[in-house]
């Protein structure tokens, strides 16, 4: 059923995640609520941006635009729970200008890479 969605196999590795996040040259971002933060945890070095707060948060021309979302340039990589909000997420911040928006998937997608996972 996600497949609908286009939440299918993450595009981007973990690894490459990794590497842009210690370059400073990605931003990893979870969309889950705080809810599935609190019973999973997150993956260690993402942003949390709810996906109801993602326009909001993320549009470089809003006040209230993150500081990690006004350089459009900066390739942004979004994970949920199945990769459903992700692939959402890709598309609504690719309107609002973003250049290289991935979608990683979900949270198995970036423990199953070997990405570390943090409690909240």
Not at 80 to 96: F, I, M, P, Q, Y
Request: proline share 4%; hydrophobic share 35%.
């Amino acid at each position: 059923m996600f497949g609908l969605f286009g939440g299918g196999a993450p595009k981007i590795s973990v690894e490459e995640v990794k590497d842009g996040m210690s370059k400073g040259t990605v931003v990893l971002v979870d969309l889950r609520d705080q809810m599935e933060l609190h019973m999973s945890g997150t993956a260690k070095g993402a942003l949390h941006v709810p996906f109801q707060e993602l326009k909001v948060k993320c549009d470089p021309n809003s006040p209230a635009c993150l500081p990690e979302f006004k350089d459009t340039a900066t390739t942004k990589v979004l994970y949920c729970a199945s990769g459903a909000r992700s692939s959402g997420g890709v598309r609504l911040l690719k309107s609002l200008g973003h250049k290289d928006v991935q979608n990683l998937g979900g949270l198995h997608d970036w423990i199953s890479g070997g990405g570390e996972v943090r409690n909240v």
